[in-house]
């Protein structure tokens, strides 16, 4: 049997439990909403327009027309060392995706959002004052 599968499983359950499923599932819908307010304070369209249809797991933005997708995921990657995931499919280079399920917390999803911010405002596409994104995420967090 994989062994170290099951203890990883073993661990992961533990720590669901711990914090309790209620929690878990607060936690999962507050990062979700204040990572959508942050994608959307920089002036980033989300895939799901109507918060009733949005994901507390993954939070999916779409990318300007004007700019390469694999290009600002390459950056994202190499300068910031954030890595987020592209669309599939037909959406392949059109959005791109922000994980927060599992075990991610506030600063994880911050750290993201300043990451995105100052590689959109290196590529010309952010014209507002820095920390805009993470102003607005901040706020949500602080309901």
Not at 61 to 75: F, R, T
Not at 86 to 95: A, H, N, T
Not at 115 to 140: N, Y
């Amino acid at each position: 049997p994989n062994l170290t599968g099951l203890y990883g499983l073993s661990l992961a359950l533990d720590k669901l439990l711990e914090e309790g499923l209620e929690n878990v599932y607060e936690r999962h819908q507050r990062i979700g909403h204040f990572t959508r307010e942050g994608m959307k304070s920089l002036g980033l369209e989300l895939l799901a327009w109507d918060e009733a249809y949005a994901s507390d797991t993954v939070t999916a933005v779409k990318i300007p027309e004007s700019v390469d997708g694999g290009k600002l995921i390459g950056m994202l990657r190499e300068e910031e060392n954030v890595v987020l995931a592209g669309g599939q499919g037909k959406l392949s280079d059109s959005i791109f995706r922000i994980g927060h399920l599992g075990f991610v917390c506030d600063r994880d999803v911050l750290t993201a959002a300043a990451a995105i911010e100052s590689v959109l405002q290196s590529l010309g596409l952010h014209k507002g004052s820095m920390g805009a994104g993470l102003s607005a995420a901040s706020e949500v967090l602080g309901r």
